[in-house]
């Protein structure tokens, strides 16, 4: 069993939508949260970032993880074409960067 | 700043052939990750430096796999002899924290 778990999707949804994107893991040493956003042909960049269990919201992005069910959420509210992308989530024991990692990635898709 | 630069973009190869892949992390940045990724296996963890040192090469699939970092703005990967099982995307990531900063990728065919 990988440690961290996603949906590879794809996932294909209208303009306008909500999206909800999931992760589930094993390790409850994972205190750090993040979601990295992968355009095509591009490199992954952090969208959000949170620590231990909660809500975190960021403009239409809103990051949720429960710890006590070892799964995290990311939704997007009011979803546009350039939302378009490859969702990895990630996380991590310790706030470094050395310890990341990362799941498969959704890639999801807004039809205009 | 012009971020995590990496070349080169796109290598095709033969089996057997040595490739060397390039990598300028963010100035300031103290620590550099490579990575690979693939649609089987995601993206994974290789190698990574910390002040120029390599701290953790558990990721180096195998001894063909070498990674070396003269100095705080420059590090190479190279394959040698590579295989096309090796075809992949190589990144590039640096960091001064928590988050990771990536490249664009190197994206490798070995015929």
């Known amino acids: 069993q990988k440690e961290v778990e996603q949906d590879p999707g794809p996932l294909s949804v209208p303009e306008g939508a909500i999206v909800s994107l999931n992760c589930t893991y094993s390790?409850?040493?994972?205190?750090?949260f993040m979601w990295y956003r992968q355009y095509s042909r591009k490199g992954p960049e952090l969208l959000m970032y949170?620590?231990?269990?909660g809500n975190k919201e960021d403009g239409r992005f809103t990051a949720q993880v429960d710890k006590s069910s070892k799964y995290i959420s990311l939704f997007i509210r009011d979803s546009q074409p350039s939302d378009s992308a490859t969702y990895l989530c990630?996380?991590?024991?310790?706030?470094?960067?050395?310890?990341?990692?990362f799941g498969s990635g959704t890639r999801l898709s807004i039809r205009p | 700043d012009a971020g995590v630069i990496q070349s080169p973009r796109h290598e095709v190869t033969e089996m057997g052939q040595e490739v060397t892949l390039r990598c300028k992390p963010i100035?300031?940045?103290?620590?550099l990750f490579w990575y690979r990724q693939t649609m089987m296996r995601g993206l994974e963890l290789l190698i990574y430096f910390n002040n120029n040192v390599p701290i953790d090469d558990s990721g180096m699939p195998e001894d063909r796999f070498s990674a070396k970092m003269p100095n705080a703005s420059f590090s190479t990967l190279k394959i040698q002899p590579s295989e096309p099982r090796d075809s992949a995307v190589y990144f590039c990531?640096?960091?001064?924290?928590?988050?990771?900063?990536f490249g664009e990728g190197s994206r490798l065919t070995v015929l």
């Open positions: 390790n409850s040493a994972f205190q750090y």
């Open positions: 990531a640096s960091s001064f924290d928590e988050e990771l900063f």
């Open positions: 990630a996380m991590s024991p310790y706030s470094s960067a050395s310890k990341i990692i």
């Open positions: 100035s300031g940045h103290n620590s």
């Open positions: 949170t620590y231990s269990s």
